[in-house]
């Protein structure tokens, strides 16, 4: 473990460093070709990064956010477009790198009110922690007892409640130590209507922004041209949903080091798919008709999770990676106790304090 981390810290100070390289040297260069050649060097490093990392939850996060979420955005970088464009003024060097580095989004309207629209279910960063260490432990102790099904069940709520936890805590410490007004990191999913509202609307909005505009909007400007405006949108849909899976099968790659099976990708363009026939449906009746939401809400959480146990989760279990997470998660678990055991054993008048 003590070698993970020092292969955690060397990752994140290589990032640290070439973050700083794109703020100092990368934007001297004018917008376009020249800073696009200056940051291909940055895009090797990023990609091979988590290469080096052992540890099967540090390497999907560590791929997460800087193979993907900043490539994506230096990538954007390079035309003067993004988060990280310096129109009208350039932001200081360490808000430069917490944007480029972490997966958040800055509030665009700050004259608009901060708190969100009430939410349905009380999830916020305290209750999703607890809920998420509950579920873990279940899992942990009844892993081999549990029905396949309601272990994948287990998994879909693990998947929400872990993406959700590592883009709120990042926003949160943002925050609090920059003082950046953000954006939330979903709107409560599992209440979707559509998976147009899922996928577009309500999950893990940093992924949703960041394709829309290194993706959709690049592919449906290119197809204006061809099909019109009326039919661009459609091609947009499934570039972007591709290339989610492409970069789905890359981090899940990082973590098995197996060649992908591609059913990650089948899983993303299955859904591009329902989405465009969605969109046209819409089109076509004219927003005249819709399902009450009681049926269409149940039915597109109902799709994603059935999906999913066809599609998502096999290729992970079939090659142990969610056994592999969730004993590194146990060990983790087991050292936090023994350091807060010792730590007690230390201080005998810290227990006094409680008597």
């Not at 936890?165 to 979903?186: A, D, H, K, M, N």
């Not at 197809?223 to 099968?249: C, N, Q, R």
Request: hydrophobic share 50%; charged share 15%.
């Amino acid at each position: 473990m003590e070698g993970e981390i020092k292969n955690l810290a060397h990752v994140w100070f290589t990032v640290t460093a070439s973050l700083c390289y794109c703020y100092f040297i990368s934007s001297k260069f004018s917008k376009g070709l020249f800073r696009f050649m200056s940051l291909v060097p940055i895009f090797y490093i990023y990609t091979v990064l988590p290469l080096s990392l052992n540890s099967a939850f540090f390497t999907a996060v560590s791929a997460f956010f800087i193979t993907w979420l900043t490539n994506f955005k230096l990538l954007l970088f390079a035309f003067n477009q993004g988060p990280l464009s310096f129109d009208p003024t350039k932001p200081p060097l360490h808000i430069f790198i917490s944007i480029a580095a972490l997966p958040i989004k800055i509030k665009q309207n700050k004259n608009t009110p901060t708190a969100q629209n009430p939410k349905k279910l009380p999830l916020n960063l305290a209750t999703e922690t607890v809920a998420f260490a509950i579920l873990i432990s279940v899992i942990l102790e009844y892993k081999d007892c549990l029905p396949p099904k309601i272990l994948l069940i287990g998994y879909c709520c693990l998947v929400f409640l872990l993406i959700d936890l590592l883009v709120s805590l990042s926003s949160f410490l943002v925050r609090v130590l920059v003082g950046l007004e953000l954006e939330p990191p979903s709107d409560e999913p599992y209440l979707s209507t559509s998976l147009q509202d899922f996928w577009g609307r309500r999950w893990n909005l940093t992924v949703t922004n960041t394709l829309r505009h290194t993706v959709y909007k690049p592919v449906r400007s290119a197809a204006v041209t061809v099909l019109g405006y009326k039919w661009s949108s459609l091609p947009a849909v499934l570039a972007a949903f591709l290339v989610s899976g492409l970069m789905h099968e890359l981090l899940f790659y990082y973590v098995t080091r197996v060649r992908p099976s591609w059913e990650m990708t089948l899983f993303f363009v299955l859904h591009g798919i329902c989405v465009v026939v969605e969109i046209r449906l819409k089109v076509a009746l004219g927003g005249k008709w819709r399902l009450p939401r009681f049926i269409s809400g149940p039915m597109t959480v109902g799709f994603v999770v059935a999906t999913s146990f066809w599609l998502f989760f096999p290729p992970l279990i079939r090659n142990g990676a969610d056994v592999r997470v969730i004993e590194e998660f146990r060990f983790f678990g087991e050292l936090v106790k023994e350091k807060m055991l010792k730590f007690l054993s230390y201080r005998p008048d810290f227990q006094l304090t409680f008597q």
